[in-house]
């Protein structure tokens, strides 16, 4: 075999294809056929007659052939002599010649040489003949046509080859991730001993006392507590570098017992259940949250309060999975395709088990060798059996696993019965309300720059919205309602406004934007909502508007009471009549009050416009309707 694909043979391949295509007046069997089209020509390979039903033959039967690779593909058809005459050319290819050159190639052989221009030019000025340029012009030409059908061979043999290549490292990949896996598995059992043996753990005494009595069960809590939730009555933008204040009044006044409650028990917690905004840039504030959202282990034994830290466990928000959870997970599993996977070390089910397998490990290694929960009598073993019962020494706490509420209504639903009592003249608290600068002002502003600050939190008193017609398709879109305040500027360029600022407010609006209805809220549901264990996630939109309404509603109580004294001491020393038995004179001014407060449309506390309160009051309490009413 020669070392050099010559220009001569290129020219050989293309004759002898010219040749065999002439010999052949027409089409015949073992012969190709090809539809030259300028948008992509058609070749077919004419292998055997076709017949009609009477044995005449009127074509040939054939197979598509790939006119780069030249391969003979499965696409097989007829095609009678008239479409051939009419729309093909019967050629002939040297297949084997052009996929030998191909081989040829690709082993390091290449095609001959041409010479450098300056060679070509010289022997082409010695060429006398035009009639012999023309020839060696069309020879080089049938060469460059033989020359681009050996490299799309030649590219046809390396996708097969690649092809068969990126099988064998595809092998080879499956075993390395199957060797992985195995590494996977060590690195997990070598952690889950780590977990009992108490290695790479960190345990901190918060407070030191007497232990639990020896008899009392270890009581393990389901729900994961965030830190922030339960500071946030204290400080609401809590994060991890705030844990030292968080430890300090964990132990304050005996805090601890709200949230561990039993003499022997284990809690979960976390800084925070959801991020905090360090940064607008979103890869930097998911780095600056990482340490929001590790798990630690609050411990109680008696007095003695500890925390211990593992890097080996991250909870979600369960330190241990509902009754039916895994099962309901293999169902899933089981039931949908797309959820199963090829790795069974990485479905679902398993990450689900190895995760509660390493908190079981963890939490039978307190049990069996931690001074922490010393002295016991618990007999568990976690990993044998599941169905703990009292006699065992363990009890798991299912706060997750609830059917049924308490009676009370989730905090978005509570707010959406009290907002939809608003009208025109009540009092609302604004908390985190998000305002659109073009659409919510009443007054229209050009420039961004002298749009004035918005609404800061606060109470507001709700107006009807002048803007607004329910006739009108445009503006019967607006909101019905709308609120005055005083801008505060900031900025020393800027003076104190003194006239109001008119913005509308939409109480349609979900309870996240911050909006409750003031005037109509309780005392005990606002406690309830602030204190309930059972709304939880929903804390941080809810925790600051609670906090602002309690602390005025607590105000108003204060001077309320103040008035009552007063009133009861005018009603003791002026009032000729006693009380009917089934009422106190407490009892009859804070109905006179309440009375008071329903008939104003523009709501207002007792202590606004004293002096003019007091003298509405005493004559109500003193009318005569009023006197026969509720004294004797």
């Given at each position: 075999?020669?070392?050099?694909?010559?220009?001569?043979?290129?020219?050989d391949?293309?004759?002898?294809?010219?040749?065999?295509?002439?010999?052949e007046?027409?089409?015949a069997?073992?012969?190709?056929a090809?539809?030259?089209?300028?948008?992509?020509?058609?070749?077919?390979?004419?292998?055997?007659?076709?017949?009609?039903?009477?044995?005449?033959?009127?074509?040939?039967?054939?197979?598509?052939?790939?006119?780069?690779?030249?391969?003979?593909?499965?696409?097989?058809?007829?095609?009678?002599?008239?479409?051939l005459?009419?729309?093909?050319?019967?050629?002939?290819?040297?297949?084997?010649?052009?996929?030998?050159?191909?081989?040829?190639?690709?082993?390091?052989?290449?095609?001959?040489?041409?010479?450098?221009?300056?060679?070509?030019?010289?022997?082409?000025?010695d060429?006398?003949?035009k009639?012999?340029?023309?020839?060696?012009?069309?020879?080089?030409?049938?060469?460059?046509?033989?020359?681009?059908q050996?490299?799309k061979?030649?590219?046809?043999?390396?996708?097969?080859?690649?092809?068969?290549?990126?099988?064998?490292?595809?092998?080879?990949?499956?075993?390395?991730?199957?060797?992985?896996?195995?590494?996977?598995?060590?690195e997990?059992?070598?952690t889950?001993?780590?977990?009992?043996?108490?290695?790479?753990?960190?345990?901190?005494q918060l407070?030191?006392?007497?232990?639990?009595?020896?008899?009392?069960?270890?009581?393990?809590?389901?729900?994961?507590?965030?830190?922030?939730?339960?500071?946030?009555?204290?400080?609401?933008?809590?994060?991890?570098?705030?844990?030292?204040?968080?430890?300090?009044?964990?132990?304050?006044?005996?805090n601890?017992?709200?949230?561990?409650?039993?003499?022997?028990?284990?809690?979960?917690?976390?800084?925070?259940?959801?991020?905090?905004?360090?940064?607008?840039?979103?890869?930097?504030?998911?780095?600056?949250?990482?340490?929001?959202h590790?798990?630690?282990?609050?411990?109680?034994?008696g007095?003695?309060?500890?925390?211990?830290?593992?890097?080996?466990?991250?909870?979600?928000?369960r330190?241990?999975?509902?009754?039916?959870?895994?099962?309901?997970i293999?169902?899933?599993?089981?039931?949908d395709?797309?959820?199963?996977?090829?790795?069974?070390?990485?479905?679902?089910?398993?990450?689900?088990?190895?995760?509660?397998t390493?908190?079981?490990?963890?939490?039978?290694?307190?049990?069996?060798?931690?001074?922490?929960?010393?002295?016991?009598?618990?007999?568990a073993?976690?990993?044998?059996?599941?169905?703990?019962?009292?006699?065992?020494?363990?009890?798991?706490?299912?706060?997750?696993?609830?059917?049924?509420?308490?009676?009370?209504?989730?905090?978005?639903?509570?707010?959406?019965?009290?907002?939809?009592?608003?009208?025109?003249?009540?009092?609302?608290?604004?908390?985190d309300?998000?305002?659109?600068?073009?659409?919510?002002?009443?007054?229209?502003?050009?420039?961004?720059?002298?749009?004035?600050?918005?609404?800061?939190?606060?109470?507001?008193?709700l107006?009807?919205?002048?803007?607004?017609?329910?006739?009108?398709?445009?503006?019967?879109?607006?909101?019905?309602?709308?609120?005055?305040?005083?801008?505060?500027?900031?900025?020393?360029?800027?003076?104190?406004?003194?006239?109001r600022?008119?913005?509308?407010?939409?109480?349609?609006?979900?309870?996240?934007?911050?909006?409750l209805?003031?005037?109509?809220?309780?005392?005990?549901?606002?406690?309830?909502?602030?204190?309930s264990?059972?709304h939880?996630?929903?804390?941080?939109e809810?925790v600051?508007?609670?906090?602002?309404?309690?602390?005025?509603?607590?105000?108003?109580?204060?001077?309320?009471?103040?008035?009552?004294?007063?009133?009861?001491?005018?009603?003791?020393?002026?009032c000729?009549?006693?009380?009917?038995?089934?009422?106190?004179?407490?009892?009859?001014?804070?109905?006179?009050?309440?009375g008071?407060?329903?008939?104003?449309?523009?709501?207002?506390?007792?202590?606004d416009k004293?002096?003019?309160t007091?003298?509405?009051?005493?004559r109500?309490?003193?009318?005569k309707?009023?006197?026969?009413?509720?004294?004797?």
């Amino acid at each position: 075999m020669n070392n050099i694909i010559r220009k001569n043979d290129l020219v050989d391949i293309y004759n002898q294809g010219v040749a065999a295509a002439n010999g052949e007046k027409t089409f015949a069997v073992g012969n190709y056929a090809m539809y030259d089209s300028s948008d992509w020509p058609k070749l077919i390979y004419l292998y055997d007659v076709a017949c009609d039903e009477d044995g005449k033959q009127f074509g040939f039967k054939y197979q598509s052939v790939d006119y780069n690779t030249l391969e003979k593909s499965d696409d097989e058809g007829s095609i009678d002599f008239r479409t051939l005459e009419e729309y093909y050319t019967a050629i002939a290819v040297p297949i084997e010649r052009i996929k030998d050159c191909a081989e040829r190639l690709l082993k390091g052989e290449s095609f001959e040489d041409f010479g450098n221009e300056a060679e070509q030019s010289a022997a082409l000025v010695d060429t006398r003949s035009k009639e012999t340029l023309l020839y060696l012009k069309k020879e080089t030409e049938k060469a460059i046509m033989v020359a681009n059908q050996v490299q799309k061979y030649a590219n046809h043999i390396i996708q097969i080859q690649k092809s068969q290549l990126e099988k064998i490292v595809s092998g080879f990949n499956d075993k390395i991730c199957a060797m992985r896996r195995e590494v996977a598995r060590y690195e997990y059992v070598i952690t889950t001993i780590e977990l009992y043996a108490g290695i790479k753990e960190d345990v901190i005494q918060l407070q030191s006392g007497e232990p639990a009595p020896i008899d009392s069960p270890l009581v393990l809590h389901q729900a994961v507590m965030f830190m922030d939730e339960e500071f946030a009555l204290i400080d609401d933008n809590f994060d991890y570098t705030k844990e030292g204040h968080f430890n300090e009044w964990l132990i304050k006044d005996g805090n601890y017992k709200r949230l561990l409650p039993e003499e022997r028990c284990i809690v979960a917690a976390k800084p925070r259940r959801t991020d905090k905004q360090y940064t607008n840039d979103h890869f930097f504030n998911f780095i600056f949250n990482q340490p929001n959202h590790r798990t630690v282990f609050l411990i109680r034994n008696g007095e003695n309060l500890y925390k211990l830290e593992s890097d080996n466990i991250n909870l979600q928000d369960r330190l241990f999975p509902n009754r039916n959870e895994l099962a309901e997970i293999l169902k899933e599993e089981e039931k949908d395709e797309w959820r199963r996977f090829k790795d069974k070390d990485s479905s679902r089910s398993a990450v689900f088990r190895k995760l509660y397998t390493r908190v079981l490990f963890l939490m039978q290694g307190l049990i069996d060798r931690s001074d922490t929960l010393s002295p016991h009598n618990i007999k568990a073993k976690l990993l044998d059996d599941l169905d703990i019962d009292n006699s065992s020494g363990v009890v798991l706490r299912y706060e997750l696993d609830r059917a049924l509420g308490d009676g009370h209504p989730s905090y978005s639903d509570w707010v959406a019965s009290l907002n939809d009592k608003l009208t025109a003249g009540k009092r609302i608290i604004l908390v985190d309300y998000e305002f659109d600068e073009n659409l919510d002002f009443i007054k229209y502003y050009r420039s961004k720059w002298t749009i004035p600050p918005y609404p800061q939190m606060g109470v507001y008193v709700l107006e009807d919205n002048p803007t607004y017609d329910e006739n009108d398709d445009y503006y019967k879109h607006r909101p019905r309602h709308i609120i005055r305040y005083l801008p505060d500027y900031q900025d020393y360029y800027y003076k104190q406004r003194t006239n109001r600022e008119s913005i509308m407010i939409d109480i349609s609006r979900t309870p996240r934007y911050g909006i409750l209805n003031y005037d109509d809220v309780r005392l005990e549901d606002i406690d309830y909502y602030l204190n309930s264990r059972l709304h939880r996630s929903q804390y941080y939109e809810f925790v600051r508007v609670l906090k602002m309404a309690r602390k005025l509603y607590m105000q108003e109580k204060f001077y309320e009471d103040e008035f009552i004294k007063m009133m009861v001491g005018i009603l003791k020393t002026e009032c000729q009549r006693t009380p009917k038995p089934e009422y106190t004179y407490e009892q009859i001014v804070k109905l006179a009050i309440d009375g008071f407060k329903d008939s104003l449309k523009w709501k207002r506390s007792i202590t606004d416009k004293s002096k003019e309160t007091f003298y509405i009051l005493r004559r109500k309490i003193f009318s005569k309707a009023f006197q026969d009413k509720y004294f004797n």
